[in-house]
C-alpha cells in the first residue's frame, strides 16, 4: 500500500534529478533501459586496462539504469521476475551503445565508461573492471539509497530479493571506450 503511495513521487524525482543532471536515455536504446550522462572525471589518476588510465579531467560517460522502465516489470518481451532477466537486454542495450561509439554519435572525448551498481557479478560478466568503493559513511548511505530506490522500483513480477543479494556493497564499474568497443562488436 505505502509503495503505491510513493512510487509516483519517486518517478517525478527520478525525472528531475535526470534533468538537472543531464542524464538521457542512449539514442535508439532497444529497451529504453540504457541512460547516460556526460562529463569530467574528478577522482584520482585510475588505471583501466593495461596501459591506460583515466585522468582528471578527462571525460566519462556515466551509464543509470533506467529504474523507470524495469519498475513496469516487463522490459520488450521479458518479464522482468530477477535481476539475472536483464543481463541479455543490457548486452544489447551496450552494442548499441558501442555502436554508436563506434559512428562517432557520442562525444569523442569520453575515454571511459563508468557507474555505481549493487550487482557487480552481473557488471563483470559484461565486461567491466568492478571496484569496491572505499568503506564508509558515504558509501554505507548509497547501499541504503540503492536498496531503498530498488525496493520502490522493483515490479510487481520481482521475486524476492536473496540473501546474498541483499548483502551486496556498492560497487563502481569501468570500461574504456576503446575497450567496450572491441568487446561489443557487432
Given at each position: 500500500m505505502i509503495k503505491r503511495l510513493i512510487v509516483p513521487v519517486f518517478v517525478l524525482w527520478e525525472k528531475i534529478y535526470s534533468w538537472i543532471y543531464r542524464i538521457r536515455i542512449v539514442e535508439n536504446s532497444p529497451y529504453k533501459l540504457l541512460r547516460i550522462a556526460i562529463h569530467p572525471y574528478r577522482g584520482e589518476p585510475l588505471p583501466l586496462e593495461e596501459n591506460t588510465y583515466v585522468q582528471p579531467g578527462d571525460y566519462v560517460a556515466e551509464l543509470h539504469i533506467s529504474n523507470i522502465a524495469i519498475a513496469r516489470g516487463k522490459v520488450g518481451s521479458v518479464t522482468v521476475a530477477s535481476d539475472i532477466h536483464l543481463l541479455p537486454?543490457?548486452?544489447?542495450?551496450?552494442?548499441?551503445?558501442?555502436?554508436?561509439?563506434?559512428?562517432?554519435?557520442?562525444?569523442?572525448?569520453?575515454?571511459?565508461?563508468?557507474?555505481?551498481?549493487?550487482?557487480?557479478?552481473?557488471?563483470?560478466?559484461?565486461?567491466?573492471?568492478?571496484?569496491?568503493?572505499?568503506?564508509?559513511?558515504?558509501?554505507?548511505?548509497?547501499?541504503?539509497?540503492?536498496?531503498?530506490?530498488?525496493?520502490?522500483?522493483?515490479?510487481?513480477?520481482?521475486?524476492?530479493?536473496?540473501?546474498?543479494?541483499?548483502?551486496r556493497q556498492p560497487?563502481?564499474?569501468?570500461?574504456?571506450?576503446?575497450?567496450f568497443i572491441e568487446k561489443y562488436k557487432d
Open positions: 537486454l543490457f548486452r544489447e542495450e551496450l552494442r548499441n551503445l558501442a555502436r554508436l561509439i563506434r559512428q562517432d554519435k557520442l562525444d569523442p572525448r569520453v575515454k571511459a565508461l563508468w557507474g555505481v551498481t549493487l550487482f557487480g557479478p552481473g557488471v563483470r560478466r559484461l565486461g567491466f573492471l568492478v571496484r569496491p568503493l572505499p568503506a564508509g559513511k558515504n558509501t554505507a548511505r548509497l547501499r541504503g539509497w540503492m536498496r531503498f530506490l530498488r525496493w520502490v522500483f522493483s515490479p510487481p513480477t520481482a521475486k524476492k530479493p536473496s540473501k546474498t543479494s541483499t548483502a560497487m563502481e564499474f569501468w570500461i574504456s571506450t576503446q575497450q
